[in-house]
């Protein structure tokens, strides 16, 4: 179904996306580049009870409300779900407080105190849920699964046990705009939103498998026909299955596929000389994925999210007042806080007099989780000179070996 004007858009019979996309931000969570924008989903169940599924970013807040307004027809709402309070979600809580000043709000808790942190807000009437509770809206019956950490304390899913909709917050989310496209299976997914959903799970979610997993337990067995998430295209039908394999297997921190990421820092292009030529030595040897960052001018989430993607990581960079260059620092430290590990590494180091990085960069992976080294440290001082040359191509060799 194509989104073809700025009103709601039914998703089943009484259920509809009232959310919007975001052309406008930078930065995501103030941090993460997002080019290709994303999407805040937010869902509206019109039921006997009429019943709001999450709000949204304050960049979209206007035609969120707009769409919520149109789709409400004028009917009062009776509930609001909050399944997660990060701002992106909950920047129009205030807004739907005072317009519906007899809502109950429904959450946790860790919601409630969230919801006073955040915005100085006590509902007057509220529902505190626990895991399993069930609230009746007249046809539908939605019970709520608690997600803990996934990738917040009060993170919870609902579940609407008379359409077999999963309401996941973040999770199964992803960055980029949906462009017109309210569904996975009205795009090529692989080629137009894998990346980025993968850049998104591995620095949002990426520390937390192991909650990831432990709600993956809790859905075992759940009859599932549709999954809303907070940002990205809604999943049905067959589709679903795709979504919830890659989930589960970033979780558990196993590669995706044979493949190398070489992340370099370059101060003078001395480094980058060296990473690109072993890039061009591992095609040659056949490695069919290899991709090449310049970490000073792309952002650590783009490396942490091949981290996650391939077997085998190198790191290049040079020396810098006696310590690791602080571009590539701040790519490790990325890749440490969301719990890089299981892959092979390899590293190359520069240094014109005393080649510190090569130590660091061993020391920081070596130290991360189940990470296995791969050939020897490759050094260059300023700049790598021609008989070095076999000692670099004996370093794609031992890549190319590791994935075999
Ligand atoms: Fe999309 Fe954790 O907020």
Redesign the pocket.
Known sequence: MAITSDTEIRIKDDIYWVGGDDRTAGL??GSFPIPEG?S?NSYLILDDKTCLLDTC?ISIATKFWKNFRHAMGGRNLDYLVIN?M????GAAIIQVLETYPDVTVVGNSKTFDMLDNFYQLQPSKRLVVKEGDELRLGKHTLKFIFAVMV??PE?MFTYDETEKILFT??AF?TFKTLSGALYSDEVDFDREYLDEARRYYAN?VGKYGSKVQAVFDKLEGIPIDMVCP??GPIWRGDNIGYIMEKYFLWSTYEPEENGVVIAYTSMYGNTAVVAERLALMLKEKGVEKVNVYDVTRTHPSYVVGDAFRFTNIVLAAPTYNNNLHPTMSAVIEDMEIMAVQNRCYSVIGNGSWAPQSPKIIEERLSAMKNMTKVGETFVIKSSMRPEQIPDLERLADEIVSSME
């Open positions: 995501f969570e994303v805040y970013d997660h990060e701002p992106d979600h990738h917040w993170v917050a973040d989310g949002i907070l940002h």
